[in-house]
């Protein structure tokens, strides 16, 4: 064969193994054996031996490249990854509905329902159509580049397949997101082969994406389902109006969706389809854990918007939870970051929902009492999805009497200080502030990945640390000294540079990073997130080099080999934290009374005060994304007409552009709100005829959490 007829045969074959894969992973549709496609694969493989000059990225013989070297690089997501709420019955169901229908009066809301499939959440990006990267969910806002492994997924297309006569090369950057899952058969040849990796098909997938080796990742046989599409609104493809649309869409494009998705026109049909899900859920050849409902209409999901966490507008209607018995082997009090003291079952270890439970929370005194917990008895435990697993009940019959009562102790078990229980709480606290164990975790918690994420400080270091008297708080870790860390156990040279070095490193960092590294109570990432993109906090430029960079601040640009940034000091933040009140607090949406009040305490707290005074001292600066300061409003787009109250026009599409969203000068179909002044003009009209949502500059503010 010459080389030109090579070329041609290589494109043939490639075309057709390209339409297989679509016809076999998309459409469901098996008209040819598998055993034909791997001839005409073998085929290729030979050619392209033979003629190395013509092998192209998107070949499907190029799935598995070569072996990532170290660690997975962090990727800043194009939005940021949501989460889902759960619920577990028809009548929490039912309240979701009424909760939603209060916020969009009088429409008829439809819905589709998914498989929740037990895998991993995971984003693939195309770009001009060509398969780009894949990134894992990872904290929300930065996940992990796992491409190279994902490459190895033969239901993941390289390439999309062209649409309304439109090329390959006008596609916007297209982020298709969706489960990775191993079906049980590949789990369970898995196990046969390599012995009991994994303890669960989803575990196993998880890890098999995390593989540095691409080859170990194909021969562990993945699979993807793609629920969600994501581009920019004004582009080539017309955005899909409804979830039905969207699946549709993907469809179309070549990307698999699960088929088994239904159309709803009430809940009382979701209700249906639960139950006769959970009817086949056994025989199905992946794991699943309900059903995931979602509303319809475009229009509806973004009056609907989202909380802090998840959208309001879908929900994870998951399975009954699942119950086993155990023994209680004894009772333990845990001690946690804020004090609180949790007692806990010991329990003889009972295989639940697929994986071994020995501990199970019992939450407080009064619950144990309620219950009648006493060491020795045999209890139902139960595990409901990633919640924690419970006692539920005492099987008293069982009793031999030799059972012992549990008294809770008069003071902290770890530091033998005074404890107590403010009138009216449930919970019992520590009340030495310098509690070991408080302190302990406080500063695991500083130093974990989604706080400082400092590498080489786990939890035995920053044990040796305190014991050591080496540090007191977690400010004290940037002024360690070489010769403080060469004193401890298995602190040579190397490492104590490494650790000196990430600290270093770690010291220019995201805003919300350090808010949540402070541990205030109730305030998790989000509120974290929230808080901080509520400060309005004065900034100067600086420049970053490279090697500055730490994995979270791949961000700023990941080839150039410095970046310049936006830092505020840490004054900026006291002062700003120091003019909040429990109103303002409050007022932030998703920010709650409770936590609102949480935070003012802390702030006031004249030892956080000095606590935050340390940091300055020892030069930690505060990241703050420059152009977008938020992505409350990403993907959506707003039309501006008549005199806004107080904002002028250039203000209010800044503060759009800020947020993430997109202003436009007319209205269409594609427009998801109009902001109307006084004396609006004939855009106003238009929204009504277009059923656009008409919103104030209240209203408007009140989305940007102003
Ligand atoms: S939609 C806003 N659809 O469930 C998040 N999620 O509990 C969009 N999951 O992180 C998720 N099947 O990993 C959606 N059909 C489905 C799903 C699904 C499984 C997972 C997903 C998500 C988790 C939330």
Known sequence: MDKTEAKQRIEKLKEWLKKWNYEYFVLDRNDISEAARDKIKKELHELEDQFPEFVTPDSPTQRVGSVLSGKFAKIKHLRPKQSLMDCF???????????????????????????????????????????????????????????????TIPSVPLELREIRGLKLKDYPV???????????????????????????????????????????????????????????????????????????????????????????????????????????????????????????????????????????????????????????????????????LTPVAILEPTLVAGSTVSRA?????????????????????????????????????????????FKMPKSCPVCGGPIGRPEGEVVSRCKNKNCYAVHQQQLEHFVSRKAFDIDGLGEKVVEQLIENKLIEDAADLFSLQASD????????????????????????????????????????????????DHLDLKTKTITLKKSQKKNQLSLFAEESAEEKVEVAEIPELQSALKKLTVDELNGIEGIGEKVAQSIYEWIQDEKNEAYLDKFDRAGVKLLVPAAKKSTKLAGLTFVITGTLP??????????????????????????????????????????????VAIIDEKKFLKMINK
């Open 89 to 151: 019955s028809n009548e929490e169901l039912e309240d979701w509905e009424e909760r939603n229908q209060k916020l969009v009066p009088g429409e008829k809301l439809d819905y589709i329902t998914e498989y929740k499939l037990d895998g991993l959440n995971l984003s693939v990006i195309y770009e001009k159509g060509k398969f780009h990267r894949a990134i894992t969910r990872g904290d929300g806002v930065y996940g992990e580049d796992v491409t190279h492994s994902v490459r």
């Open 174 to 340: 297209i982020e298709a997101s969706g489960e990775v899952i191993m079906t049980i058969k590949s789990f369970e040849d898995l196990n046969k082969r390599e012995g009991q990796v994994f303890a669960n098909p989803r575990n196993a997938a998880a890890g098999t994406v995390r593989q540095l080796d691409p080859k170990v990742s194909a021969d562990r046989k993945l699979d993807m389902y793609f629920y969600s599409i994501y581009f920019e609104k004004n582009s080539v493809i017309p955005y899909p109006e409804s979830q039905k649309e969207a699946l549709k869409l993907l469809q179309d494009l070549g990307l698999r969706v699960n088929t088994n998705f239904t159309h709803h026109s009430s809940l009382a049909s979701v209700e249906k389809a639960m139950s006769e899900v959970e009817k086949k859920r056994a025989k199905l050849p992946y794991h699943i854990d309900g059903l995931v409902v979602k509303v319809n209409s475009r229009r509806h999901q973004n009056l609907l918007g989202s909380t802090a966490k998840a959208p309001r507008w879908a929900i994870a209607f998951k399975f009954p939870a699942e119950q086993s018995t155990s023994k209680v082997l004894d009772i333990d009090i845990q001690v946690g970051r804020t004090g609180a």
């Open 485 to 532: 860390l060469l004193q401890l156990e298995l602190f040579k040279d190397k490492k104590t540079e490494n650790l000196l070095e990430a600290l270093e490193k770690s010291k220019v960092i995201l805003l919300p990073r350090f808010i949540f590294a402070m541990g205030i109570r109730h305030v998790g990432e989000e509120t974290a997130e929230l808080l901080a």
């Open 646 to 691: 107080s904002l002028s026009r250039d203000q209010a599409k800044e503060l759009i552009k800020q947020n993430g969203g997109k202003a436009s000068s007319s209205v269409s179909k594609k427009t998801d709100y109009v902001l109307a002044g006084s004396e609006p003009g004939s855009k106003y009209d238009d929204a009504q005829k277009l059923g």
């Open 361 to 405: 929370t019992l939450h407080n005194e009064d619950e144990i009492e309620r219950k009648d917990v006493r060491i020795g008895d045999t209890v139902i435990i139960q595990k409901a999805g990633d919640i924690i697993p419970e006692v539920m009940e005492v099987l008293k019959d069982l009793r031999n009497g030799k059972e012992k009562k």
